[in-house]
């Protein structure tokens, strides 16, 4: 049977992550040695490094394998347009030049790492947010990003003097339909007669809506002039263009992925970045390269949620931390989540 994993997707600073088997999943018995790793080979979703949220975050668990195993870890962008075709010769030259695990962030690249996967089964394969991919030596590093979510939308409520929000997804998809159904939900839980702008950038990934700052601007123009106050992005590097135009009108913004107000490149606006709703993606591709590095590689799902560290949503705002109104209702609904009283939506 094929082997179920999870994963406490602990803090990269964090040593050690605690691994633990589903009862009904059996040890996958995959042969990498870690002596013959130059590292991570890490391939970028749309909008690449710099994206300061889902790539990057991506990247900063590469460096923390990096600086614990003395690994030389390679990282390369995506190209405009490119094909299934361009990503599987990406990862053949990845484990062609020795490098394990190999990750693809995003789900864009699963057909890619199905194929390729077969044909170096010796090799330790990470697809992030896709978990179709039924292989013994792949993991599915996947989250429950509708829990952080939830709690976005119970923070923006609580925020809003205007009882109006808003909420930009970057691509009409399923994955971001979970964030939207989350941060709805959250909201609604707080106030259900709460006003919320809801937006997709486009309808493709190619039209740019992970990757277009300028699109997730005008969106977030459009809903600020509509009346809200408090602006939520799911849309990777596009999400940018949220947090300047919510800077601009002296709005909230809330950040997505990584923690927002922490990040260089978005310095100038971080005083109107109310919080963030977080993935440990950096969690997970450095629990995957130390599950290579001692011998016992993951494979099947893994999965960040509340309970495990690998969803959360940040507190670095002093003006968040030091709102009681708002963080008693967050940490209500994150009990809640954690003990199953709450059931969060995913659509």
Not at 97 to 113: C, K, L, Q, S
Not at 224 to 235: H, Q, R, S
Not at 269 to 284: R, W
Not at 328 to 344: C, F, R, S
């Amino acid at each position: 049977m094929r082997r179920v994993s999870r994963i406490a997707v602990a803090g990269v600073a964090t040593a050690a992550l605690a691994v633990t088997a589903s009862a009904c999943g059996s040890s996958s018995t995959s042969s990498s040695s870690s002596s013959k790793s130059k590292g991570i080979g890490l391939a970028y979703d749309i909008g690449g490094k710099g994206d300061q949220s889902f790539n990057d975050a991506a990247f900063a668990g590469l460096e923390q394998a990096d600086k614990e195993y003395g690994y030389t870890s390679r990282d390369v962008e995506p190209s405009d347009n490119e094909s299934t075709a361009d990503k599987v010769q990406r990862l053949e030259q990845l484990a062609k030049a020795g490098y394990n695990p190999i990750v693809g962030v995003g789900f864009v690249y699963a057909p890619a790492v199905q194929e390729v996967a077969a044909k170096y089964p010796k090799l330790t394969f990470g697809v992030v947010d896709d978990d179709k991919v039924k292989m013994n030596n792949v993991a599915d590093l996947v989250f429950h990003e509708e829990q952080a979510s939830y709690l976005a939308g119970v923070a923006a409520a609580k925020a809003t003097k205007k009882n109006h929000i808003g909420f930009i997804g970057g691509v009409d998809i399923p994955l971001i339909h979970k964030f939207e159904a989350g941060f709805i939900q959250g909201a609604q839980s707080v106030n259900p007669q709460i006003k919320i702008e809801k937006q997709y950038l486009t309808q493709t990934a190619q039209e740019g809506g992970f990757s277009s700052p300028d699109k997730g601007e005008n969106a977030a123009d459009g809903q600020i002039d509509a009346g809200a106050d408090v602006v939520y992005a799911a849309a990777g590097l596009s999400g940018q263009g949220v947090i300047k135009s919510a800077a601009a009108h002296k709005v909230w913004a809330i950040g997505v992925d990584s923690d927002q107000y922490k990040q260089e490149a978005l310095a100038k606006y971080k005083d109107s970045i109310l919080t963030s709703a977080m993935k440990n993606v950096a969690g997970a591709v450095y629990g995957l390269a130390k599950s290579v590095h001692d011998g016992k590689p993951l494979s099947g799902e893994i999965r960040g949620s509340l309970n495990n560290g690998g969803v959360s949503l940040s507190n670095s705002n002093p003006k968040f931390a030091g709102d009681k109104a708002i963080q008693d209702a967050v940490k209500k609904a994150e009990e809640g989540i954690k003990n199953g009283t709450i059931k969060v939506k995913t659509s």
